[in-house]
């Protein structure tokens, strides 16, 4: 099967221009989650959804940051404006079980770093 | 809340032998699940091996097997023969019963030498 598809790869921008990131999942797989990992730490939770509606956001910076996934399949995560601490990976990953599959491993795609200069 | 320690920055193993990277965590949840990911320096995350908590066996995969003690809350994740292609960073992580929210620790970097 295919994996968790992620785009840019890379990306470089100056603080306070707005970025956008895409996501799509392993087909079949309702919760889709986005990740920062900054480096040299592990990856912290952004946002998890499950089909179309959001799960969890508690960790996502709100004033600056913003995801949705309108059809329950793809999404896109912004921010705007950036800052020079957004500086990280942003990792997308999906799972095929919604809240009682905790044995199922995330999949995850290989990342957008991104570059705030 | 749920909380991952990894204790060491990082390992050194000689190619071949067997090498032990520690993960400790805290829940006050009885029903969790604990995962070992991989991520190479390329960057993308290789789930390795889990283990539930009602599980009454250790986990094992390959050459991956995980040391689980429920009582002292650790799942420490043992690789043996390694290869220089086990040259990565190790993760440790967690997710509850009642969330799908995997909480990930600081990570280990791993370099294997010849």
């Known amino acids: 099967e295919a994996g968790v598809a992620q785009s840019p790869r890379y990306k470089i921008i100056e603080k306070r221009q707005s970025v956008a990131f895409w996501c799509n999942p392993i087909?079949?797989?309702?919760?889709l989650y986005w990740y920062q990992q900054i480096l040299g730490q592990g990856p912290k939770l952004l946002i998890q959804f499950q089909n179309n509606g959001v799960v969890d956001d508690s960790q996502l910076p709100k004033d600056r940051f913003s995801a949705e996934r309108l059809k329950g399949v793809d999404s896109t995560l912004k921010i705007q404006p950036a800052k020079l601490e957004d500086s990280a990976v942003y990792l997308c990953?999906?799972?095929?079980?919604?809240?009682?599959?905790?044995?199922?491993?995330?999949?995850f795609g290989n990342g957008t770093r991104l570059t705030v200069t | 809340a749920q909380k991952i320690t990894q204790t060491q920055p990082g390992m050194f193993v000689q190619e071949k032998e067997a090498v032990t990277l520690d993960c400790t965590y805290d829940?006050?949840?009885?029903?969790?699940?604990l995962f070992w990911y991989k991520q190479p320096s390329s960057g993308e995350m290789i789930f390795l091996i889990y283990q539930g908590s009602y599980d009454q066996q250790n986990a094992t995969e390959g050459r991956y097997s995980l040391n689980f003690q429920k009582a002292r809350k650790s799942a420490n994740l043992v690789i043996s023969a390694s290869q220089l292609g086990d040259s990565a960073m190790y993760f440790c992580?967690?997710?509850?019963?009642?969330?799908?929210?995997?909480?990930f620790g600081t990570g280990t970097r791993l370099q294997v030498f010849p």
């Open positions: 829940t006050s949840d009885p029903s969790y699940g």
């Open positions: 087909s079949g797989h309702a919760t």
């Open positions: 992580a967690m997710r509850e019963d009642n969330t799908d929210k995997l909480i």
């Open positions: 990953a999906s799972s095929p079980k919604g809240t009682t599959g905790m044995n199922s491993p995330l999949h």
